[in-house]
Structures are given as C-alpha cells and as structure tokens.
C-alpha cells in the first residue's frame, strides 16, 4: 500500500455560503450526487456536512443528513465521513448527533479550541443572496470550541459504534492533544491525522508549516498513524503535491477551496478530486480505492454502519 495515496473530498462543509459560488452543493440531491460524483472521479472518502435546503445554513441534525446518505450508500461503494466539527456556532451535543445516529465508518474529530476567522472573505464577496450569510462571515467573535472535555464526549459517545476517527490538526498543540488521548488509550491506531493549512486562527500555509507540522507528527506517533493535509483557498493543490511527495494522503473539495484555478470556480468536486489525481499519478503514485482505503485506515466496513 505505500504508493496509495488516499483522496478524500470535502463536497461542501460550513465555511463557504451559498452566494459565493453557484456549484457549492445545498440540497440534499445536490450533496449526494457531488459526494457520488467525486468518489467516481477517484475519492476513497467523502467528508459530509448537511446544509439547510433553502437558506444554505449549516444543518447538524440527523434528519438533514439521513436523505443523502441513504443515496450515496446505495450507489457508491466510498467511504462515508460525517463531520462532528459542524459548524463553529454549534453546540458539541449538536454536532456529535449525526455520527452518532448513523455510525459511520469515519467521522471527523477537531483536536483543539482555536479563533475561527473567515470575515477576509468579505473583502472577496460583495453580495449575498441571504442575509444570514454576511452576518456569519463577518462575525470576528468566533472561538470555536473543542475543549479537552468536549473532545472526550464525542470520543466516548462513539466508543460503541466502530467508528475511527479523522483526526482534524490545525496546528501544533491540536497534535499534542492528540498524543495526550493516545497516551490515556482513549483513541486506537492507526491514526488518521488530516493537518489543515491556511485557515486563519490556524497554522499558516507556508512549506515550512507543513514540514514543521509532519515532523511533529513523526516524533509523536512515529509509524501508528496516516498522514494527510487539507489546504484552504489557493492553498489546495500545492500542498496536497507536498503531501503526496512525501508519502502522504490529500483531502480536496468545496468545503476547503472554491477554486480550480486562479480567478477560476471549481466547477464540481469531481473537477478538484481529478485535479488532485493528476498531480499523484503524475508522482508514479495511485489513488486507493475505498476498500484500499479502509485497509489503510482499519475501518470496520460499510455494512456495519446504521447508515
């Protein structure tokens, strides 16, 4: 397995509203058929937020989530992530709920408290379809809270269930948390460590920061753990070809970067998830499939899910 190179997609999250781009999945429709069409383009994984159909808002109940996870278990093969990050303004008991109704096979887990600052968008985005989606962006107010308590709830309430974890790092003391919950024996290996690069209130972007970060990570879990990035923005695709070069995975998708290009909207996830392939198979690398994928990553399988 070590020229698989694992391609998760992130099809649309909660930082990005939907007057920002026309192909930001809002629907329940629009997120399975993204989700389905990104696997197909060569994603073992998707990561899945649910969003209000008609406002786009962040939506973490499990009612928003339940119609487009029953059609993408159906026609994908692809591993299934449902997010416990949510979004900033939300509860733990909140964002814990969907995972723990449909016990995925993956769920992703934030390791730590930081600012959370996405009022830069607005000097990018003038206008707005809904008046909730200004308000949201420019609030600069945002901690969002993963406190030592709140890691160790969602932890335990999917102790039962199977599900792994993807472990979300955004910046050096996030990894270090991470090592504090391994030593108590609170999370199992292989880790799944997914290091977030250019968010601000998070660890920069620069080559250095991604360096920095996989060194840490080396020295802390040594070979117990998986390794891949998310870049936001612009930063996308030159660190996931960091990543790939250096034996890791990669993470792509609408929720962590709008673009394909300078000036240019993705038009799909699908387009990101190729866009990623080209860059690992032009390294001599091949992508993982999702039964790769959940060797790699010691899943438990998709029939063990409530999904």
């Avoid at 900033?88 to 959370?116: D, H, I």
């Avoid at 790092?169 to 504090?180: E, I, K, P, Q």
């Avoid at 190729?274 to 001599?284: F, N, P, T, V």
Wanted: one cysteine or more; glycine letters at 10%.
């Amino acid at each position: 397995m070590a020229k698989k190179v694992i391609i998760t997609c992130a099809v649309t999250g909660a930082i990005h509203t939907p007057s920002m781009s026309p192909h930001l999945p809002i629907t329940a429709e629009e997120i399975a058929d993204a989700a389905i069409g990104a696997a197909e383009a060569g994603a073992a994984v998707v990561h899945l937020h649910a969003r209000h159909p008609k406002t786009g808002q962040p939506d973490q109940t499990p009612e928003g989530f339940a119609p487009f996870l029953k059609v993408i278990k159906q026609r994908s093969n692809c591993v299934i992530n449902i997010t416990t990050g949510g979004a900033p303004t939300m509860t733990v008991e909140e964002r814990v709920k969907p995972a723990a109704t449909f016990k995925p096979e993956v769920a992703s887990l934030n390791m730590g408290s930081m600012n959370f600052g996405l009022f830069g968008m607005l000097n990018r985005f003038k206008e707005f379809k809904h008046e909730w989606e200004p308000q949201y962006l420019g609030n600069k107010d945002i901690i969002f809270r993963n406190s030592f308590k709140d890691i160790e709830y969602i932890l335990t309430t999917l102790a039962e269930s199977g599900t792994r974890f993807e472990f979300e790092c955004y910046d050096t003391a996030h990894l270090y948390n991470l090592a504090h919950f391994l030593d108590r024996g609170i999370v199992k290996t292989p880790l799944f460590v997914q290091t977030v690069f250019g968010l601000l209130g998070g660890i920069g972007a620069h080559p250095d920061d991604v360096m920095h970060m996989k060194r840490t990570a080396d020295r802390l879990f040594g070979d117990q753990y998986r390794w891949s990035v998310l870049g936001a923005g612009k930063n996308q695709l030159p660190i996931a070809a960091m990543s790939a070069a250096m034996g890791g995975h990669v993470r792509v998708g609408l929720e962590d970067s709008l673009w394909a290009g300078p000036g240019k909207l993705a038009e799909s996830n699908a387009q990101q998830v190729k866009l990623a392939r080209q860059i690992i198979e032009g390294l001599g690398l091949e992508i993982a499939t999702p039964d790769e994928a959940r060797d790699i990553l010691a899943l438990k399988g998709g029939d063990k899910t409530a999904i």
